[in-house]
């Protein structure tokens, strides 16, 4: 679909929302990222050029609450960088790229853009900024499979960012396994203190991101209404 084809009404409104995350609590950050998002499914799916996208992006209702230097990086950086980038999903992936969904297929794009070359933002952080985008806006499980391959994809473009996240993990286990030796043994344990946040798996054993609700993606951003 042309943006010339394309109703003022859909240009103010754009991709459909199932409102997963109170707007209230979104950073400039996560709205770019939303914004990001649509307007790379408007290249994949349509193949309109980017300056284009980026018109019809910047006319969609909250435009202005977004981060728009943000948007600018991962709008070009990714379409520049669109080859190589899928170079890199490619081999994580259990079907042909073309069955893909674009909305995944662009929430994979962000997030490797970002682990890439945003590095002020915790790996961690991308990872559930993907997630939830692609629970947004995706399909009923496609949060699932962008979990899997950004989590394959973040130990070799942030390694020592999650190197240092293992080694902080392991040192907290066990210093859990002290304290529960301890307690058993009727001594009363002193407290331990988390290197880092808590991590869980799906059923299929992808670590999912806990990122605190209380906390900016970054640490920079304020939430706005």
Known sequence: MSENNTSPQQART?????????????????????????????????????????????????????????YDALLHGSIANAADMDALITPLLDRKMAEISPIEHAVMWIGVYEFQNCLDVPWRV???????????????????????????????????????????????????QHKGARANAGVNPSPVTSGSAPVSTNADGNANANANANANDDGTDQPRA
């Open 14 to 70: 754009g991709l459909k929302t199932t409102g997963t995350r109170k707007a209230a609590a979104k950073s400039g950050r996560s709205r770019a990222r939303e914004f990001a998002l649509q307007a790379l499914y408007q290249h994949l799916v349509g193949g309109n050029t980017p300056e284009a996208i980026d018109a019809f992006t910047r006319d969609l209702a909250g435009f202005h609450k977004a981060d728009s230097a943000h």
């Open 126 to 176: 991308v990872l559930n900024e993907c997630i939830e985008l692609t629970k947004e806006f995706g399909g009923t499980d496609g949060h699932k499979y962008v979990n899997a391959v950004l989590n394959g994809l973040a130990p070799s473009l942030r390694a020592v960012e999650v190197a240092a996240d293992k080694a902080s993990g392991a040192a907290h286990a066990q210093g859990g």
